[in-house]
């Protein structure tokens, strides 16, 4: 069965980078691309963007063209979101998702907290 | 950008009613509009593709339908388990978009 495993939760001070991993099994790694979601403490989803897995070109939605960075490695079936100069308005659960089309699997997310 | 909107924000209701959420696109999304249902402290978790297709294990007392701007979500007879937040995702246009969400709760 496909399995998404991201990293454990973070605490980080305004400024420091990060570097989120999502684990990916049960399928083979480059047949879907892998989109990431943030989720703001008690608000909505927010799209992030999506990196091709056969490529490795990420595209990112406006909000996070400047301090966030997909990447992987296909060896070992794992993506990566790194954020870099952390705000405190990064403080969110993050997730990561497989998808062909609609979002059928998701990791389980992982908490950022960024706080001085 | 596509905007999602969906109406109500809070809706509670009782065990066994019939339930309707809402959600309206800025533009016509030929209907690539998807349901997740998230519960406190989960993952999202898909109930709906492409308007009106039940996900694999998703109950029969899901259902969607819809057309161009206008997309519903019906849980025929609601469950205690159903207590949950809801959102709408349009998947016809780049970037993918929520909806802000509709929280289900047991009256």
């Known amino acids: 069965q496909i399995q998404l495993v991201q990293s454990g939760p973070e605490l980080k001070k305004p400024g420091e980078s990060l570097k989120i991993s999502c684990k990916a099994s049960?399928?083979?790694?480059?047949?879907?691309?892998m989109q990431w979601v943030k989720q703001a403490p008690g608000k909505g989803l927010q799209y992030m963007g999506w990196i091709n897995t056969q490529t490795g070109k990420p595209t990112y939605a406006d909000d996070f063209k400047e301090r966030f960075v997909f990447s992987l490695e296909t060896s070992a079936s794992t993506a990566y979101l790194q954020i870099n100069n952390l705000k405190n308005e990064d403080t969110a659960t993050y997730f990561c998702a497989p998808t062909g089309n609609w979002f059928a699997y998701w990791g389980q997310g992982t908490l950022v907290t960024v706080s001085s | 950008d596509i905007q999602m909107t969906q109406s109500p924000s809070f809706l509670s209701a009782s065990v066994g009613e019939r339930v309707t959420l809402s959600c309206k696109a800025s533009q016509n999304i030929n209907k690539y509009l998807d349901w997740y249902q998230q519960k406190l402290g989960e993952a999202p978790k898909l109930l709906i593709y492409n308007t009106n297709n039940l996900h694999t294990g998703i109950p029969s007392r899901f259902s969607g339908s819809g057309s161009g701007t206008d997309y519903t979500l019906t849980i025929s007879s609601l469950q205690p388990e159903d207590v949950a937040t809801y959102f709408c995702?349009?998947?016809?246009?780049?970037?993918?978009?929520f909806g802000g969400g509709t929280k289900l709760e047991l009256k």
């Open positions: 049960g399928y083979t790694f480059t047949d879907y691309a």
């Open positions: 995702l349009q998947r016809n246009s780049w970037p993918r978009t």
